[in-house]
């Protein structure tokens, strides 16, 4: 089965940064739109960046200018560098992809998350 693996997250302070991880695995045929979320307990989760599927970026907001999402191995492995970390970026970081797990299906599919923690 198709899985979403995040790695990279962690305790830092405000200012300091991050690289986080996402590894696609599975008998998958290709991966369309791939990318970033985040949720704070008690709210949704939001978009923090992605890749379309024709291979764009799209970015919040908040992070433009700090954070960049990159890509390898056909976007089976997605990466978010997080500069100039604040601790209103403290949140549970989930990578998400809509991939395609044999011909004629076609799915979304979430990562368990990682935790991300700004301390001021």
């Known amino acids: 089965q198709v899985r979403l693996l995040e790695s990279g997250g962690g305790l830092v302070q405000a200012g300091e940064s991050l690289r986080l991880s996402c590894e696609v695995s599975?008998?998958?045929?290709?991966?369309?739109?791939i990318g970033w979320y985040r949720q704070v307990p008690g709210n949704g989760r939001e978009l923090v960046a992605r890749f379309t599927t024709a291979g764009d970026t799209n970015y919040a907001d908040f992070v433009k200018g700090r954070f960049t999402v990159s890509s390898a191995n056909a976007k089976r492995m997605v990466y978010l560098q997080m500069n100039n970390l604040s601790p209103e970026d403290t949140a549970i970081y989930y990578c998400?992809?809509?991939?395609?797990?044999?011909?004629?299906?076609?799915?979304?599919?979430w990562g368990q998350g990682t935790q991300v923690t700004v301390s001021s």
């Open positions: 998400s992809g809509d991939i395609a797990p044999r011909a004629g299906s076609y799915f979304t599919y």
């Open positions: 599975g008998n998958i045929l290709r991966v369309n739109s």
